[in-house]
């Protein structure tokens, strides 16, 4: 209940202590990337090392391990010249640093194109096969080299996904029964390797065609293990024309939980995974680099526990280059980490996410902005806090109090921020003038403004736990930590 005078008004949120229930980190299942010749990077490397040992992400997914910059299929003198060498090299550095891929099985060759359609400044084609015999032949080739490279075990702890976004014009020229022709090809020519390969799909922008897809399995004894498809709090919200903010302000509170429980039940108990998701689809959009993502991130990715098996944030890193290769330190780009490998709020939210236990904890407690999460892992127990609105919503500071029932004996309480004055590398960038290039002393100190802190956390006994109170700004996100004696 609110208090009375001048004070801000509290709201109370209860933590029981009872067994739980278990906590899949189901987003540290995948991450994404951008174009498979980018893993090649020596800064692309050390980037993705680093959110493998500080965020615990097991397989990275990324665009045109097939398509002609990698050299898998060429023509050569009228000849098919297979050239594995490349995309080796990429499964060796991620192997090497404890990842596997979640195998993007896109785009089309030239040699095997029907059409020369493209996307991206990279030019990769996104046409049906000329010729389904080759494409399989391809396709059986390469995943039996990498089992006679890797070995079966390894291999088949792998996921081949079969394309990108079929549903859009822009990925695939084929309508959706040669997409569906394409699926069954590319999934048989895998099992034929051996069963215990997993492949699946659709991999479709907004939830589409999964129902129809596994119709289309069961109807013609095509094989599939898993659903993977992609979704984005912009998609079909706003008005043609609409610019980003506008198109979130369109949107509702949740709205992916509520998309991911509508998959859930399409996908007919075989395992769900997003292999794309965002706070936005923008490529350019400021949001991705302030305070706001690192809410959306938690509050989404606390929602979708149970939904799903894998939750792929789209991408780790703005070493990136879909439309063009961006160089200006901070341009809204979809990563994580900067193209300086500065981490962003969202990235330090997924740091948060991963120190929670795996045992979730029951949490009593309602507020139109602020959610409340709490997790136990051995003496420790950690509440997550967002208080987060879509752009144009109404939000405002609040103050939270937390009642932890079972945590009698507390040795330490700290809490760890990102908002506007915590965990914000964009802010301090801004207030150095924006330079449109940094230098190395910048860049450190940036790294600086990034960090998150721990600060002492008064608390209070109740009868039958601890109680913590803490402020709550606008889109911000706060870890309590009690340690228990």
């Known amino acids: ?52 040992r500080e965020l615990g992400f097991r397989h990275v997914r990324f665009h045109g391990i097939l398509s002609d910059d990698v050299g898998t299929l060429m023509c050569e003198n009228d000849r098919l010249v297979y050239s594995f060498f490349n995309a080796d090299q990429i499964c060796d550095f991620l192997l090497s640093i404890g990842m596997r891929p979640f195998m993007e099985l896109s785009f089309m060759p030239t040699a095997l194109s029907s059409g020369d359609a493209t996307v991206f ?28 490279r890797y070995g079966l075990a390894e291999v088949s702890q792998w996921f081949f996904e079969v394309w990108n976004e079929p549903n859009l014009d822009a990925f695939w020229k084929g309508s ?46 095509a094989p599939i293990d898993f659903v993977s498809t992609h979704h984005y709090p912009t998609d079909a919200f706003g008005k043609p024309g609409d610019d980003t903010v506008a198109q979130l302000a369109a949107s509702t509170r949740s709205v992916l939980r509520s998309q991911a429980a509508k998959a859930r039940g399409e996908a007919r108990g075989k395992p769900l995974y997003y292999t794309e998701w965002s706070t936005s689809s923008n490529p350019f959009d400021d949001l991705h680099d302030e305070p706001y993502a690192a809410a959306f991130v938690a509050k989404t990715i606390m929602e979708t526990c149970g939904l799903v098996e894998g939750y792929s944030y789209w991408t780790f890193s703005d070493v990136f280059e879909e439309n063009y290769f961006a160089s200006k330190p901070f341009h809204g780009g979809f990563g994580l980490l900067t193209i300086h490998g500065i981490p962003k709020p969202a990235y330090r939210a997924f740091e948060l996410l991963h120190r929670l ?72 960038w801004t207030e150095m003038g924006m330079p449109p290039s940094l230098l190395p002393r910048e860049v450190d100190a940036l790294e600086v403004a990034s960090a998150l802190v721990k600060e002492p956390l008064g608390f209070e006994a109740s009868s039958n736990g601890a109680i913590v109170t803490v402020a709550m700004p606008p889109q911000g996100t706060a870890l309590v930590t009690l340690e228990l004696g």
């Open 1 to 52: 209940m609110p208090s009375t005078g001048d004070e801000e008004p509290t709201f109370h949120f209860s933590i029981d202590d009872p067994a739980g229930v278990h906590f899949p980190h189901a987003w540290e299942h995948t991450i994404g990337s951008g174009h498979a010749p980018l893993a090649l990077r020596a800064d692309w490397q050390r980037q993705l090392t680093r959110c493998r």
């Open 121 to 148: 400044h990279y030019r990769a084609n996104v046409t049906p096969p000329k010729d389904y015999d080759a494409w399989e032949s391809l396709i059986r080739k390469l995943v039996h080299h990498w089992v006679e």
């Open 357 to 428: 236990g795996t045992t979730l904890l029951p949490v009593s407690g309602r507020h139109d902005t602020v959610d409340v999460w709490a997790t136990r892992e051995g003496s420790s127990v950690r509440v997550l806090v967002t208080n987060g609105a879509l752009p144009r919503h109404p939000i405002r500071t609040e103050m939270i109090r937390l009642e932890i029932a079972g945590a009698a004996k507390v040795r330490a309480a700290y809490v760890e921020r990102i908002d506007d004055d915590h965990a914000n590398a964009r802010r301090a």
């Open 176 to 221: 959706q029964a040669e997409y569906f022709r394409l699926y069954a090809s590319t999934a048989r020519a895998i099992k034929e390797t051996h069963g215990s390969l997993r492949v699946g799909g659709p991999a479709t922008a907004g939830n589409a065609w999964i129902p129809q897809l596994l119709d289309y399995c069961a109807a013609n004894a």
